[in-house]
């Protein structure tokens, strides 16, 4: 499996997006692309998944292959069962989907008895768990998260950092987000976006998923959150 | 008891309706108090039957063929903007000509059959069912529309398995909408031509002074028009409650 490489430039119609970058995702790595608002990480992400972005893009993506998306909103279709929407993808591609596959992944990320459920009964928390199983039924490579905890409420977001940790070990994930402390619990490489472009950030040493009181996680999170700060000065 | 409160309402304004008569000694060829109506109700029963009957008939086929056409003109238009873009000008001109001044052109067209007026009560109804199709059509989540071209659904799979689903509330708006419309529209068929319907017997009424009868017909025609809007109503809510 070959790395995937964006390197180019971006403009809102005459304003600079961001300046020629190269990013780099990395085989079986999860990189965190954290950066203050409005700075384009969510275009990266986009331009990446081959999404229209709205803004002018000068440069190429090589490597690219279908991904997986998780984002945000969960993306739920209200009148698909949760079974049906982990399936959402086959359901799209007039494929059949294997049964046995859904409740295995339904059953691993802690819904095996939700599965005829729909989504207006289920919790935000939950919404994002069906969300992660519709992503890894995908079976992709990159599997591109856009702020996927961000809307949880602070224990949700402890859990599904770790439920996405252990489930897309060994896969190419790029994460957007805005909080150093996911990036610093779950990332192999962090990268910081800011308008003067793309930098490397240092990760600690112990292998991901990071406790969220580990002193070097506490540590990379202050220095990342020091960086957001002149970033965003 | 949730009936009590609009019973009561209703039934206060009969009173003040037939007090109103009798204070002011108005004779019944100019209004007819609720107690004429109803004697003229049970009196007629057996033309107003008859003309219900025919009314109802028209105002289900108009309603059904014009929900098909409002549904079939918002899905070309939403996957053909080209077309859709040539077709709105038409549809807007449809809706700015006065359906008084298009009803006897009809009846010319088509005849003193139940035709013209299924035809005026297309017109009525499709707009209201097209435009608000339509509207739903074009507010389909970013969110899903990105997983579709991520997971590589086709243009057709995106309109058929999420398009058209997410739009479906907007859809059972529209048909709500028309509902109210549809029975409009085949009284003002009936007005202006043939000789059937509540809408034919309320003209002929009119012409012969029988004033109770007008207001028996116009009672009728209330009470079909709350029905059907009722009937739709609970439809589109056992339908597409779960689409919402």
């Not at chain 2, 070309?76 to 009803?103: C, D, E, H, K």
Request: charged share 15%.
């Amino acid at each position: 499996m070959t790395p995937l490489v964006l390197t180019g430039s971006a403009w809102v119609e005459d304003r600079p997006l961001f300046p020629p970058l190269r990013l780099e995702l990395a085989t079986g790595a999860w990189t965190s692309l954290l950066g203050p608002s409005g700075v384009g990480k969510t275009t990266l992400l986009r331009l990446i998944a081959g999404l229209p972005t709205g803004v002018r893009f000068e440069g190429r993506v090589e490597g690219r292959r279908p991904a997986a998306l998780m984002a945000q909103d969960a993306g739920l279709l209200p009148w698909l069962t949760v079974a049906q929407n982990v399936a959402l993808g086959a359901r799209l591609r007039g494929e059949r989907a294997d049964p046995a596959r859904v409740r295995d992944l339904l059953a691993r990320v802690g819904l095996g008895d939700l599965s005829e459920r729909f989504p207006a009964a289920l919790s935000g928390g939950q919404r994002q768990r069906v969300a992660l199983a519709r992503t890894l039924i995908e079976d992709r490579d990159p599997v591109l998260l856009d702020e996927p905890f961000s809307a949880l409420d602070a224990l949700s977001r402890l859990r599904m950092q770790d439920l996405a940790a252990e489930l897309l070990r060994g896969r190419m994930v790029l994460m957007v987000t805005h909080d150093p402390g996911e990036a610093a619990r779950l990332s192999d490489h962090i990268l910081l976006l800011t308008e003067n472009g793309l930098t490397a950030q240092p990760v600690p040493a112990t292998p991901p998923p990071r406790p969220m009181d580990a002193p070097e996680v506490l540590a990379a999170q202050a220095a990342l959150l020091g960086r957001l700060i002149g970033a965003a000065a | 008891m949730k009936f009590a409160r609009p019973v009561l309402t209703v039934a206060a304004l009969l009173g003040l309706w037939q007090g109103v008569i009798v204070l002011a000694g108005l004779p019944p060829f100019l209004l007819p108090g609720p107690l004429a109506v109803a004697e003229a109700l049970w009196r007629y029963r057996a033309d107003l039957a008859w003309a219900t009957l025919r009314t109802a008939t028209e105002i289900i086929a108009g309603f059904g063929l014009g929900a098909a056409l409002g549904i079939a003109v918002a899905l070309l238009t939403s996957a053909l903007p080209r077309v859709g873009a040539a077709l709105r000008p038409v549809l807007l001109v449809s809706q700015t000509i006065p359906i008084f001044a298009l009803a006897p052109i009809l009846t010319l067209w088509l005849g003193y059959g139940m035709a013209p007026k299924i035809a005026v009560t297309v017109l009525i109804t499709f707009f209201p069912v097209a435009s608000a199709f339509l509207d739903g059509l074009g507010r389909t989540p970013a969110a899903w529309l990105d997983l579709a071209q991520v997971m590589g659904a086709s243009r057709w799979r995106v309109m058929t398995r999420i398009r058209i689903p997410a739009a479906l509330p907007a859809l059972g708006i529209g048909l709500t909408i028309a509902a109210v419309y549809a029975p409009v529209g085949a009284v003002i068929g009936e007005w202006v031509g043939g000789s059937e319907g509540l809408g034919a017997l309320m003209i002929h009424a009119n012409g012969r002074m029988r004033i109770d009868l007008v207001f028996a017909c116009l009672v009728v025609v209330t009470g079909l028009a709350l029905a059907f809007h009722a009937a739709v109503a609970r439809l589109v809510a056992a339908r597409f409650a779960r689409y919402g």
